[in-house]
């Protein structure tokens, strides 16, 4: 999502290509395909075919923050803010998200489009490292938000606001209990053009993937 978040917001013309989590085995359709673009076989991978790389081949970038630097470099366009310290803050952010939030992104993986809200309950009942970790999450955005005064952590929508988009869907989806500032966040990262297309492409793309859903049987419940 974060890689798909920031090309649409800031790459005119790119072309997104779908591999599907039919498994992680070495003979899946996945690890497949995304072993012959990337030497991790891992998702998100950007590749710029204007761009060669020392053996001639196209430019292949294989990890979310390398990707984002990239289009920051390629577009020269406010992926970061513009000041220093601003921006060192957004990178500290970022790095924390990408490193971090484990409790939150293991028990409550991000699906788009179910209400998972009475499972959302019983995990904030009984899950104290998925409560602290919203915890920080109130103090880092209502932090960044009064630093910054909005309407996003660093003032425009940047790749901070982008890597904290699975997080807000998160939330979102499994009806985890915020403040109304953070709700207010929320709001305006899922309505951010960008976002909301790809909420939309997601939607319109969904397949059920068992091994990928712990908490529904069926694509109807
Ligand atoms: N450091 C990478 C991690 C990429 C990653 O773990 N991607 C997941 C999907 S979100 C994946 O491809 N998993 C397949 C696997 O682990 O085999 C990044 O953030 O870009």
Redesign the pocket.
């Known amino acids: 999502m974060r890689a798909g978040v920031l090309l649409r917001a800031f790459v005119p013309d790119f072309t997104e290509t779908l591999l599907h ?1 039919d498994g ?1 085995g070495p003979e899946s359709h ?2 497949k395909s ?1 072993g012959a673009l990337s030497p ?5 991978i950007l590749v710029d075919t204007d761009a060669r790389d020392t053996f001639g081949d196209p430019l292949t970038i ?4 390398a990707i984002a630097e990239y289009i920051a470099e390629y577009t020269d366009d406010a992926v970061w803010p513009k000041d220093r310290v601003m921006r060192a803050q957004m990178r500290s952010l970022c790095a924390e998200m ?1 490193a971090g939030f484990h409790a939150l992104r293991s028990n409550c993986p991000m699906n788009i489009g179910p209400d998972l809200s009475q499972t959302g309950k019983i995990i904030w009942r009984d899950n104290a490292d998925v409560r602290a970790n919203i915890d920080r999450l109130v103090a880092a955005w209502s932090t960044a938000l009064s630093r910054s005064n909005g309407p996003f952590l660093g003032g425009n929508f940047g790749a901070v606001d982008a890597y904290f988009a699975p997080v807000v869907m998160r939330l979102d989806t499994y009806g985890l209990p915020v403040s109304p500032e953070m709700r207010a966040y929320m709001d305006r990262v899922i309505a951010f053009p960008a976002v909301a297309d790809w909420i939309k492409t997601a939607i319109e793309t969904a397949v059920f993937i068992d091994f990928e859903e712990p908490y529904r049987s069926s694509p109807d419940m």
């Not at 991790?40 to 998100?44: G, M």
């Not at 294989?62 to 923050?65: E, F, Q, S, V």
């Open positions: 989590f992680f996945f690890k995304a991790t076989a891992t998702v998100p294989w990890d979310t923050l990408h």
